[in-house]
């Protein structure tokens, strides 16, 4: 793994963070031009809660440190990064209020760590991609086989749509490192052809492992369908939608979903369609919902930082805690990044995430106003034995109301 695709990795993890979640729509209203690391807060009025810190990376890349630290052990495991964590002096608490913004295999993955026992998610997700992938390119400059990267995947959850997608993403990322190719359409249609012969392979390892070998079938034959799809000249965003809905229960409206299946094709379309466009980066951003992973998956492709400073020029000057960011890509990209070199630059990383809660929590104590609730229509206090009254009168026969009248007539006449 060379220095520029680190350092490309953490800007776009920067640059996209503040805008994820967002709908497609809400960002076309606020915000006309895209020039750089974006400060969301005028958006976000009516949800600050929301906010994400401008120009700050994210658990994406703190993650990616921290496996930089594990990665050539052989074997990897999850008590290796138990390790790492036992040589710390955070609580548990602290240690998992470090990693700024992380989603839920990402959450579930810190938890892990500090409690090895417990599963991995069982849900898969686009995080599990970049992990497995990332954890490959650090490991090895040779691609690795079908086994290798569905062991590495396991650390973070045990989906077979994950599991595929991420032997297929990974060959895909090679094989641009050397050589960028004019369509990652065919290269996608070309590696779900090599996956099937790794699989005689594979298949008896997941068996193993719990995972059922006839559901990884299935997740292959749903992206060689994918790769027709994008092979073909009608790919868009709803064809790769509606394939990817028919494979699962959820209703699926946009290719921004947090699933595999949906985003590595859209991605690889993506990069297709608009990598020549001279705003490469700022039309996914303007795709809505999960835009944070399908950047870092379109850069991870196309590792060429010059597409980024043709956009938005040298954003890495504005990067927040860009010399120690510098240092330590250099010290991963040397194979020397240690233990040690970890924890000091997470000591400085715990001061960023604690800034970053107490920005949070005054723009929200300052952002969202709640309305003041409406005072309900005063009523006329009755008192207990006006109550009753009222309803002994309602109760009252036509003759019980004829009798009362005549006896207050007969005493009205008495007084005088």
Known sequence: MNYTF???????????????????????????????????????????EKWRKSG????????????????????????????????????????????????????TF??????????????????????SVLLSLLASKKESSAVE?????????????????????????????????????SEFTAVCQRCESAFDELL?????????????EKSLSSYKKMALILESGEASESSIVSLAGSVTKNSITRATVDMPLAMIPFAVYCVDKDRLSGSFVESMLRYGGNVQQLILLTGMLVADTAIIKEEFGNLTDALVNKTKITAVIKEVVSGRFTDKQFWEFFASERKLSQKCVEELKSICKHGKKSKKPTKPKKTQRMSIEEKLSQHVVSSWTKMDKARYKKEKRHVSVEED
């Open 204 to 216: 008896p390892w997941v068996f193993e492992n719990g995972i059922d070998p006839l559901l990884v």
């Open 56 to 107: 700050l990376y994210t658990a994406y890349s703190q993650t990616l440190f921290l496996m930089a630290c594990c990665a050539r052990k052989s074997g990897l495991s999850i008590s290796d990064f138990h390790d790492i964590f036992e040589q710390g002096s955070l609580s548990q608490e602290e240690w998992k209020g470090v990693f700024r913004y992380p989603d839920r295999i990402t959450a």
């Open 149 to 185: 990267m569905a062991r590495r995947v396991l650390l973070f959850t045990a989906d077979p749509c994950s599991i595929v997608g991420s032997i297929i993403f990974e060959k895909l990322v090679r094989m641009s490192l050397n050589r960028v190719p004019n369509r990652f359409a």
């Open 110 to 131: 810190v938890e892990r760590i500090i409690r090895p026992e417990l599963p991995s998610e069982g849900v898969g997700g686009t995080a599990a991609v970049i992990y």
């Open 6 to 48: 680190l350092e490309q990795f953490i800007l776009l993890d920067a640059l996209s963070s503040p805008f994820q979640g967002m709908g497609r729509g809400h960002i076309a209203s606020h915000f006309k031009i895209i020039e750089g690391f974006t400060d969301t807060k005028e958006a976000l009025k009516d949800h600050p």
